[in-house]
């Protein structure tokens, strides 16, 4: 229980720094929503209009992953021993979906405006998407060194850089009408930004199933992990190895190991522990140790077993 609440104090503080960038975030996502909501109004550009869209489906999504991480920073009770870790993924889950739908959302709209040619103040257009632009430089730059700390910040993280691609986006859409004249680049630079969305969203979504399957965590080998424990002097063989992340960055390893002499347990364990730590940053293990020569005594009475039975079947087909 000690080792459990050492991993959670850990989490807890890099959590905690990443839930204050998430609300600044939020805070500052919320107000380029509103400018753009205001200049796309003003300008009549649908292109500001659908970036603010965007910008209102990213204050819900920053809101749910504070939310998210709020809760998975709570410790475990007697009936949720993990805590409440798995909030975090399924939120990163929903943001996922939410960028996807969003994206596809935003291909439909473009797709329309291409029949529809609107006139566009491309002034007013630059000045809000300037704004936005610089807004999204400060989110993501609040979110972008929290970002590895946890799937769902980067879920965040990601929403905050699709919004960037739209401010720039934004910003040339309105500099090529006010040189060409031509109304479709704003739904041009709308596709464009979709595919980027679709991007990243579709890899959140991807990570966060991993997780909920309990999949072998992305970043870790499990190939390379077993030769490493088969080569740990005493262990004869292993089974039953697993590998999974109870949530981003938090690993957990179960495993039977065979030794060939059951004094040597504690130290093992010890020696296994600190590699899976130290090289693979997995914090949960669990290791069952079983002895090689009772093995080898159960495995040559089965065999001895399973002769004695042949044989019987063989006299009675003989009879």
């Given at each position: 229980?000690?080792?459990n609440?050492h991993?959670?104090?850990?989490?807890?503080?890099?959590?905690t720094?990443?839930?204050?960038?998430?609300?600044l975030?939020?805070?500052?996502?919320?107000?380029?929503?509103?400018?753009?909501?205001?200049?796309?109004?003003?300008s009549?550009?649908?292109?500001?209009?659908?970036?603010?869209?965007?910008?209102?489906?990213?204050?819900?999504?920053?809101?749910?992953?504070?939310?998210?991480?709020w809760?998975?920073?709570?410790?475990a009770?007697k009936?949720r021993?993990?805590?409440f870790?798995r909030?975090?993924?399924l939120?990163?889950?929903?943001?996922g979906?939410?960028l996807?739908?969003?994206?596809?959302?935003?291909?439909?709209?473009?797709?329309?405006?291409?029949?529809?040619?609107?006139?566009?103040?491309?002034?007013?257009?630059?000045?809000?998407?300037?704004?936005g632009?610089?807004?999204n430089?400060?989110?993501?730059?609040?979110l972008?060194?929290?970002?590895?700390?946890?799937?769902?910040?980067k879920?965040?993280?990601?929403?905050v850089l699709?919004?960037?691609?739209?401010?720039?986006?934004?910003?040339?859409?309105?500099?090529?009408?006010?040189?060409?004249g031509?109304?479709?680049?704003?739904?041009?630079?709308s596709?464009?930004?979709?595919?980027?969305?679709?991007?990243?969203?579709?890899?959140?979504?991807?990570?966060?199933i991993?997780?909920?399957?309990?999949?072998?965590?992305r970043?870790?080998?499990i190939?390379c992990?077993?030769k490493?424990?088969?080569?740990?002097?005493?262990?004869?063989?292993?089974?039953?190895?697993?590998?999974?992340?109870?949530?981003?960055?938090?690993?957990?390893?179960?495993?039977h190991?065979v030794?060939?002499?059951?004094?040597c347990s504690?130290?093992?364990?010890l020696?296994?522990?600190?590699?899976?730590?130290?090289?693979?940053?997995?914090?949960?293990?669990?290791?069952?140790?079983?002895?090689?020569?009772?093995?080898?005594?159960?495995?040559?009475?089965?065999?001895?077993l399973?002769?004695?039975?042949?044989?019987?079947?063989?006299?009675?087909?003989?009879?």
């Amino acid at each position: 229980m000690e080792h459990n609440q050492h991993i959670y104090q850990e989490k807890l503080k890099k959590s905690t720094t990443a839930s204050k960038r998430l609300f600044l975030s939020t805070l500052v996502t919320t107000g380029i929503f509103l400018v753009e909501l205001v200049g796309g109004w003003i300008s009549g550009s649908l292109a500001l209009l659908a970036d603010a869209g965007h910008m209102f489906t990213d204050v819900l999504a920053l809101l749910v992953s504070s939310l998210a991480i709020w809760l998975a920073s709570k410790p475990a009770t007697k009936s949720r021993t993990y805590g409440f870790y798995r909030i975090e993924i399924l939120a990163a889950l929903l943001n996922g979906t939410f960028l996807c739908l969003i994206a596809a959302f935003i291909c439909y709209e473009a797709i329309m405006r291409f029949g529809i040619p609107k006139d566009i103040h491309t002034d007013e257009m630059m000045l809000f998407g300037g704004i936005g632009l610089l807004a999204n430089v400060i989110s993501a730059g609040l979110l972008h060194r929290s970002k590895e700390s946890s799937i769902n910040v980067k879920a965040a993280y990601l929403h905050v850089l699709s919004d960037l691609m739209g401010s720039v986006g934004v910003l040339v859409a309105a500099g090529l009408i006010a040189l060409t004249g031509w109304q479709a680049f704003d739904s041009i630079v709308s596709l464009f930004i979709a595919g980027l969305i679709v991007r990243g969203g579709w890899n959140v979504v991807t990570e966060s199933i991993d997780v909920l399957l309990e999949s072998v965590p992305r970043d870790l080998d499990i190939v390379c992990i077993e030769k490493e424990l088969r080569a740990h002097e005493h262990v004869v063989d292993l089974h039953d190895l697993h590998i999974w992340a109870i949530t981003s960055g938090v690993n957990a390893l179960s495993c039977h190991i065979v030794v060939d002499e059951y004094d040597c347990s504690q130290s093992l364990i010890l020696s296994i522990n600190k590699l899976l730590k130290e090289r693979f940053n997995i914090d949960h293990v669990t290791i069952q140790l079983e002895d090689g020569h009772v093995h080898k005594h159960i495995a040559h009475h089965h065999t001895a077993l399973s002769e004695r039975k042949n044989d019987d079947h063989h006299h009675a087909h003989h009879h």
